[in-house]
């Protein structure tokens, strides 16, 4: 399966501990081409249909025709085993949103 960054994929996220998101839902993969190439693992993080839109550790955006948000705090490393099926690709703007939320969260 060619996985590219800013897919969004069916996921496989059981089991879960603690507040982990758990259950098979949508992922959006945010490692970039040469990682997802060659490594059996890529980053992502899971979407929500529960919004929060006053949240700044989350995203709204559309995924396959419904309202979802991006849970860039729930951001995890995953088996591709666990990627079910391609289901959608992020916009160039929501694209551009994460990268600016994951350097804000993340980037020191």
């Not at 060619?2 to 059981?14: E, T």
């Not at 591709?80 to 350097?103: G, W, Y």
């Amino acid at each position: 399966m060619q996985v590219s960054r800013y897919d969004i994929f069916l996921a496989n996220l059981d089991p879960s501990i603690g507040s982990e998101i758990n259950k098979t839902r949508p992922v959006v993969v945010i490692s970039d081409d040469l990682h997802n190439r060659h490594l059996k693992t890529v980053v992502a993080c899971p979407l929500t249909s529960s919004l929060h839109p006053t949240w700044r550790s989350r995203i709204q955006t559309v995924c396959a025709g419904q309202d979802a948000e991006i849970a860039v705090d729930q951001i995890r490393a995953i088996s591709k085993q666990r990627l079910i099926k391609r289901l959608d690709r992020l916009s160039a703007t929501t694209a551009a949103e994460l990268r600016r939320v994951i350097t804000e969260m993340y980037g020191g």
